[in-house]
């Protein structure tokens, strides 16, 4: 059975009213209940509105004699169940997210065009150089390989490479520098 179809005949057998009449209240006295007993104030409502789900699904509302016993008795197993949750996923391990430290992103328009034109920059000044330089330089800074290794694999002497490397690094750091300074 559907809970549309249960709320259809939980309205025929005045069961409706009376979790309404439930509700009104002990909504109340279940807040200060929770409020006395949880260390996350937020949780309270949730746990409110928890043990009204769950009444809500009992069968017969008029059936329960005591109906303080019962909701109280269900806060209880509500407040148990939260924290076999709160266990499970290591709740208290959690750090609240701080909108102050993870508020986007600080690239600002300008700093985006920045970037890019040192980028193109960059670009030229690679180009500039001769195929062998440049080779080495990107082995060197953006693949991240060792000069030897470098060596090895373009057939030069070590010194070579190193002598290519810093050939590219004051290219490329002129043409940087002379792009900040315009």
């Given at each position: 059975?559907?809970?549309?179809?249960?709320?259809?005949?939980?309205?025929?057998?005045?069961?409706?009213?009376?979790?309404?009449?439930?509700?009104?209240?002990?909504?109340?006295?279940?807040?200060?209940?929770?409020?006395?007993?949880?260390?996350?104030?937020?949780?309270?409502?949730?746990?409110?509105?928890?043990?009204?789900?769950?009444?809500?699904?009992?069968?017969?509302?008029?059936?329960?004699?005591?109906?303080?016993?019962?909701?109280?008795?269900?806060?209880?197993?509500?407040?148990?169940?939260q924290a076999r949750r709160?266990?499970?996923?290591?709740?208290?391990?959690?750090?609240?997210?701080?909108?102050?430290?993870?508020?986007?992103?600080?690239?600002?328009?300008?700093?985006?065009?920045?970037?890019?034109?040192?980028?193109?920059?960059?670009?030229?000044?690679?180009?500039?150089?001769?195929?062998?330089?440049?080779?080495?330089?990107i082995l060197r800074v953006?693949?991240?390989?060792?000069?030897?290794?470098?060596?090895?694999?373009?057939?030069?002497?070590?010194?070579?490479?190193?002598?290519?490397?810093?050939?590219?690094?004051?290219?490329?750091?002129?043409?940087?520098?002379?792009?900040?300074?315009?």
């Amino acid at each position: 059975m559907t809970s549309s179809r249960r709320s259809i005949d939980r309205a025929k057998d005045g069961s409706g009213a009376r979790l309404e009449e439930l509700a009104r209240h002990y909504a109340e006295p279940l807040k200060r209940y929770f409020l006395r007993r949880v260390r996350n104030r937020s949780d309270v409502p949730d746990l409110v509105q928890e043990v009204l789900l769950r009444l809500s699904r009992t069968g017969n509302l008029s059936s329960i004699d005591k109906p303080e016993n019962y909701l109280f008795t269900t806060a209880a197993n509500a407040l148990r169940d939260q924290a076999r949750r709160d266990q499970a996923r290591h709740r208290d391990a959690h750090v609240a997210f701080d909108l102050g430290k993870h508020d986007g992103t600080d690239f600002s328009p300008e700093r985006i065009y920045v970037g890019r034109e040192a980028l193109a920059v960059l670009q030229e000044a690679l180009r500039a150089l001769p195929e062998r330089t440049r080779d080495v330089f990107i082995l060197r800074v953006f693949e991240e390989q060792k000069t030897s290794i470098v060596a090895e694999s373009m057939r030069l002497s070590t010194r070579s490479v190193e002598m290519h490397y810093a050939k590219a690094l004051a290219h490329v750091a002129a043409a940087l520098r002379e792009y900040r300074d315009e």
